[in-house]
C-alpha cells in the first residue's frame, strides 16, 4: 500500500493506529534498522578489502542497493508527517530522522567504494607492509555504533562525547597516509596500490565525518539547537 493511500493523520496527541506519533516511531525504526545495515557494511568492506575476498567485496557493493532503498522508503514515509505536523518538535524529529538517513545512505556508499577498491586490489600483489586500515576502520565502526545507542536512547550528552572523539578518526588516517607515501617513496611499484589505499583511507575518514553530521542531527532533534560539533 502507498503512502498516499493511508488514511489522513490524526493530530499528534493522538494514540489510535496511524497517529502521528506511531508514524514517527516507524521512520525512527527504519532509520535505526538502516543504521544496522551500515554498521555490517564498515565491517564487510574492511574484511574484503584486508582479505582480498573479491566475493565479499562484490556483495557490499550490490547490498548497497538495499540502503539506497531504505532512504527511498524513509522520504515516503516522512512526506504526510513533514505536510501535516503542526507541533514544531514533531516536524523536528521527521525533518532530523530523514536527514539522519541520508547520511547512513552516505556512509554506505563510503563503503561500497572501499569494496571497489578492495576488489581491483585484489588480484594484485599484497601490499606487503603493515598499514593500519584495519585499526581505521574499527574506530569508524565502533563510532557509528556509540552514535546508534546515543539515537536510541536519546542522549544528547553522549552524541557530544562521540564526535568529541573524531579526532582519533583524523589521527589514524594522517598516519596510514604518512605511512603509505614513505613507502610509496621507497619503492615506485607500490605507487598504484598506496594511493588505493590512501583513497581507501579517505573513505573511512569521510565516515567518521559523517558521524559527527549524525550527532549534530541527534543535538538537532531533541534540543532544536543547530550546533558544529566538527
Known amino acids: 500500500m502507498s503512502q498516499t493511500d493511508l488514511e489522513p493523520l490524526p493530530d499528534s496527541g493522538s494514540d489510535a493506529p496511524g497517529s502521528l506519533a506511531e508514524r514517527i516511531q516507524g521512520i525512527r525504526d527504519l532509520v535505526l534498522q538502516m543504521g544496522d545495515e551500515v554498521d555490517?557494511?564498515?565491517?564487510?568492506?574492511?574484511?574484503?578489502?584486508?582479505?582480498?575476498?573479491?566475493?565479499?567485496?562484490?556483495?557490499?557493493?550490490?547490498d548497497d542497493a538495499q540502503v539506497n532503498a531504505m532512504l527511498v522508503t524513509a522520504r515516503e514515509l516522512s512526506i504526510p508527517v513533514l505536510a501535516r505536523a503542526s507541533a514544531p518538535a514533531d516536524l523536528r524529529e521527521a525533518m532530523g530522522l530523514?536527514?539522519?538517513?541520508?547520511?547512513?545512505?552516505?556512509?554506505?556508499?563510503?563503503?561500497?567504494?572501499?569494496?571497489?577498491?578492495?576488489?581491483?586490489?585484489?588480484?594484485?600483489?599484497p601490499f606487503g607492509h603493515h598499514v593500519d586500515i584495519a585499526r581505521?576502520?574499527?574506530?569508524?565502526?565502533?563510532?557509528?555504533?556509540?552514535?546508534?545507542?546515543?539515537v536510541?536512547?536519546?542522549?544528547?550528552?553522549?552524541?557530544?562525547?562521540v564526535a568529541a572523539r573524531d579526532d582519533r578518526v583524523n589521527r589514524i588516517y594522517h598516519r596510514v597516509v604518512?605511512?603509505?607515501?614513505?613507502?610509496?617513496?621507497?619503492?615506485?611499484?607500490?605507487?598504484?596500490r598506496g594511493t588505493r589505499l590512501i583513497?581507501?583511507?579517505?573513505?573511512?575518514?569521510?565516515?567518521?565525518?559523517?558521524?559527527?553530521n549524525l550527532a549534530e542531527d541527534l543535538l538537532y532533534?531533541?534540543?532544536g539547537e543547530i550546533v558544529d560539533l566538527g
Open 199 to 212: 583513497m581507501a583511507g579517505q573513505n573511512f575518514e569521510r565516515i567518521g565525518d559523517r558521524v559527527t
Open 98 to 125: 530523514l536527514h539522519t538517513a541520508s547520511e547512513l545512505e552516505r556512509i554506505a556508499d563510503h563503503c561500497a567504494n572501499i569494496a571497489r577498491i578492495g576488489r581491483d586490489l585484489a588480484d594484485l600483489p
Open 178 to 192: 604518512d605511512e603509505l607515501i614513505q613507502l610509496m617513496t621507497e619503492d615506485g611499484d607500490l605507487v598504484y
Open 40 to 62: 555490517r557494511a564498515i565491517v564487510r568492506c574492511t574484511r574484503g578489502l584486508t582479505a582480498r575476498d573479491v566475493d565479499l567485496c562484490a556483495a557490499v557493493v550490490r
Open 221 to 223: 532533534r531533541e534540543t
Open 136 to 150: 581505521l576502520s574499527e574506530v569508524c565502526s565502533e563510532q557509528l555504533r556509540d552514535i546508534l545507542g546515543a
Open 152 to 161: 536510541i536512547a536519546r542522549d544528547v550528552d553522549r552524541a557530544r562525547a
